[in-house]
């Protein structure tokens, strides 16, 4: 990686190079989606399984798509115990932090007689999607489901590729821990649509969540406004902050925890130390002799990767807060000082000793983040992604007279007559209609 001083020019570069990324940047697919996504709502079951078997060779009944308790249970035991004690202890921490988030319906009563509120109630049916490439990705499952078990939604259904009609075994485990109510054999642009509008098999959904490749990426998008989406996830990114107290390799080593994501995945590390920055370095090229997936690293670290040298740890952070990063890392002397001056980052860690790895796999916050910049108005999954909020109003009469003057008034001068008239007809021979009930007029 080159080393590079950080100014003006350097930043602006930087920062339209990674919006490059932005999965809205690739309207070459958008129309193969669009067409994927109408046929799976006109067609249903048809065209799913139809372009389940296009794009990934499987032949399926409408019937095979739903993953079977016998399917779970041989998952299940097929994993290693290790690694399920591993998962229950993550998914302990997952769900024990989502549960600090979890909200009340409160209500507020005036002096006056009026009732304000706020009423919580959890969505309906959630879609999960979850990737089903080369990889298996159970923390994904536990992120996304666990966030939405904890709102109390009563129904979370989740649909994943499946290869040779079998879908990972740890993928699975890790659904039926976390509370999945269903488990559907369909991936791609195919499956969110399925989710979005309903197919005989597979349920319509309220809201979809989960990462996925472009395609996925771009039929949320398309179905945005039929159903609820978390995001449109870009590539992966880290971006660490350190001083002359960081240690080198471990600056190096989580910047390549990042990079190894994809091609595109962005890791960028902003110091002010000259010797820092050729030491992290020497030790990325030290790493990558020894790393699996060293070949998408170098891909990555090549457009994407940068070693910026600031001049003092005001532009440093002012930089990392206009690149808005998924994941940033402090590793400063005083971390939990410069958090203070941190506006705009998905996840933050602190210290030596917080490692990104950390927040993907174990600590407990969600690790579904905003990217490509996001961060600057979009939050972390939460549960707060599955809930809705109900505004809840009463007045009695005597406070509605009250402030009906100001009411009418105020609908008069946008000009919506019928507004004003609706306050002021409850109290316009209000006299009249009471004797009349009371059988003394007609």
């Known amino acids: ?21 932005d999965p ?13 996504v109408e046929e799976v709502r006109k067609k249903g079951d048809k065209a799913l399984l139809s372009y389940t078997e296009q794009f990934d060779h ?41 549960e600090m988030q979890k909200r009340t319906s409160w209500f507020h009563t005036g002096a006056d007689g009026t009732i304000l509120g706020q009423k919580i109630t959890p969505l309906n049916r959630v879609g999960v999607y979850v990737p089903g490439g080369k990889a298996a990705y159970p923390s994904t499952v536990l992120m996304n489901i666990v966030p939405a078990h904890v709102a109390g939604v009563p129904e979370i259904i989740m649909t994943t590729p499946a290869h040779d009609g079998i879908i990972n075994p740890v993928t699975l485990a890790a659904a039926h821990m976390a509370g999945a109510t269903k488990i559907y054999k369909a991936g791609g642009a195919q499956a969110i649509a399925a989710m979005a509008f309903g197919t005989k098999t597979i349920p319509k959904t309220d809201k979809i969540v989960g990462p996925g490749n472009i395609f996925v990426a771009l ?17 992966s990114e880290i971006l660490v902050i350190a001083d002359q107290s960081a240690d080198p390799k471990y600056a190096a080593a989580d910047l390549l925890s ?57 532009s440093a952070v002012e930089t990392a807060n206009d690149i808005a990063s998924e994941h940033l890392e402090l590793m ?17 860690f602190l210290g030596p000793y917080s490692s990104e790895p950390l927040g993907d796999y174990y600590a407990g916050p969600n690790h579904v983040l905003p990217t ?3 961060a600057k108005f979009f939050s972390p999954l939460s ?17 509605l007279k009250a402030a009906s003057r100001n009411i009418e008034a105020f609908a008069k001068a946008e000009g919506l007559t019928a507004h004003a008239n609706s306050i002021s007809v409850r109290f316009s021979g209000k006299k009249q209609r009471k004797r009349s009930s009371n059988g003394k007029g007609n």
Request: proline letters at 3%.
């Open 372 to 374: 490509n910049g996001t």
């Open 258 to 314: 990042q990079a190894e994501h994809d091609e595109m995945a962005s890791a960028i590390l902003i110091t002010t130390d000259q010797k820092l920055a050729e030491e992290v370095n020497k030790e990325i090229a030290v790493f990558l002799k020894t790393l699996s997936r060293r070949d998408i690293i170098q891909k990555s670290l090549d457009h994407y990767g940068y070693i910026l040298l600031a001049d003092d740890m005001e």
């Open 332 to 348: 400063t002397e005083n971390p939990f000082e410069l958090l203070t001056k941190i506006r705009n980052a998905g996840a933050v």
């Open 383 to 399: 549960v707060d992604d599955f809930i809705k909020k109900t505004s809840v109003i009463y007045y009695s009469e005597p406070a």
């Open 219 to 235: 039929a949320k998008k398309c179905v945005y406004g039929h159903v609820s989406i978390d995001s449109i996830a870009g590539p």
């Open 1 to 21: 990686m080159k080393i590079i001083h950080l100014d003006k020019k350097t930043k602006k570069d930087i920062l339209e190079n990674l919006l490059r990324r």
């Open 58 to 98: 499987i032949r399926m009944k409408p019937s095979e798509m739903l993953v079977s308790e016998k399917e779970i249970e041989e998952a299940v035991s097929g994993v290693s115990p290790d690694l399920l004690k591993v998962m229950e202890k993550s998914l302990e921490n997952i769900r024990s932090y989502h």
């Open 24 to 36: 809205n940047s690739y309207s070459q697919y958008e129309e193969t989606v669009k067409t994927i």
